[in-house]
């Protein structure tokens, strides 16, 4: 039987896909695949609280931390400087942007005009039985984090109990609009401030739109998230003139 010669495959001509990235290389991605990663990164910082108003970013170690180049950075930062999350200043480079007293306003009163219509129709929605799950299990949560004044896992339960509720009115543009508010920005800028006294009257608020979610009482659901949301901004407004950009 005649004996099969195998060839080996001269590394030059191996396909591109097949050879690895060289260590430190960016990994291949498209470029807006790249800039994704790196707006998403920078929005996921924010949310958790390691990058809070007038931080400066420092494209070394958005690189280290991401790996896409410098020039995806830069463009990921002209788009997060044009959604609003990151101001650019001529010789000073980026920083995550503060909000001025006036900027809070008017994004409170758009954000109580639309958490309430999105809680009434969560309200007048049909709950699977998974979803009325969730939300106790959410509330439950809640109530243990209170007791125990844990701050920072209130804030992320927070955001999943009114995530649920918006998942469930299922009003897309209500949706983008919220999400664009729901504010890393504005977590980023003022989550520190919150003491046991307001995380208490929030998740009393919580407690009320429970019920009235699960009694499908939209009127009482609307009401009080309206003023769940009026009482925050109270909050906020009572801060120092220095937490606020000019």
């Given at each position: 039987?005649p004996?099969?010669r195998?060839?080996?495959?001269d590394?030059?001509?191996?396909?591109?896909?097949?050879?690895?990235?060289?260590?430190?290389?960016?990994p291949?991605?498209?470029?807006?695949?790249?800039?994704?990663?790196v707006?998403?990164?920078?929005?996921?910082?924010?949310k958790?609280?390691a990058?809070?108003?007038?931080?400066?970013?420092?494209?070394?170690?958005?690189?280290a931390?991401?790996?896409?180049s410098r020039?995806?950075?830069?463009?990921?930062?002209?788009?997060?400087?044009?959604?609003?999350?990151?101001?650019i200043?001529e010789f000073?480079g980026a920083s995550i942007?503060?909000?001025?007293r006036?900027?809070?306003?008017?994004?409170?009163?758009l954000r109580?005009?639309l958490?309430?219509?999105?809680?009434?129709?969560a309200?007048q929605s049909?709950w699977t039985?998974?979803?009325k799950?969730e939300l106790?299990?959410l509330?439950a949560?809640?109530?243990k984090a209170e007791?125990?004044l844990q701050q920072d896992?209130?804030?992320?339960?927070?955001?999943?109990y009114?995530?649920?509720?918006r998942?469930?009115?299922?009003h897309?543009?209500?949706l983008e609009?919220?999400?664009?508010l729901r504010?890393?920005l504005?977590?980023a800028q003022?989550h520190?401030?919150f003491?046991s006294?307001?995380?208490k009257?929030?998740?009393a608020?919580h407690?009320q739109?429970?019920t009235a979610?699960?009694a499908g009482?939209a009127?009482t659901a609307?009401?009080?998230?309206?003023?769940h949301?009026?009482?925050s901004?109270?909050?906020l407004?009572a801060?120092?003139?220095?937490?606020f950009?000019?």
């Open positions: 039987m004996t099969r195998i060839r080996s495959q590394p030059s001509t191996a396909s591109q896909a097949d050879v690895p990235p060289a260590d430190g290389a960016e291949r991605r498209t470029p807006s695949q790249a800039i994704d990663a707006v998403s990164h920078v929005k996921q910082q924010i958790l609280g990058l809070t108003a007038g931080h400066r970013l420092v494209e070394a170690e958005i690189v931390a991401t790996g896409a020039a995806h950075v830069r463009d990921a930062l002209k788009q997060l400087a044009t959604e609003g999350f990151v101001q200043e000073k942007r503060r909000l001025s006036a900027e809070v306003i008017e994004m409170y009163q109580e005009l958490e309430g219509f999105a809680i009434r129709l309200a049909t039985a998974a979803d799950a106790r299990a509330q949560a809640l109530d007791r125990a896992h209130f804030r992320q339960l927070n955001d999943d009114h995530n649920l509720i998942r469930v009115a299922n897309q543009l209500a609009v919220l999400e664009r504010l890393p504005l977590l003022f520190r401030f003491d006294k307001a995380l009257s929030a998740n608020d407690r739109m429970t979610l699960l009482d009127a609307e009401k009080v998230m309206r003023r949301v009026t009482d901004l109270k909050f407004m801060l120092e003139d220095h937490f950009a000019p």
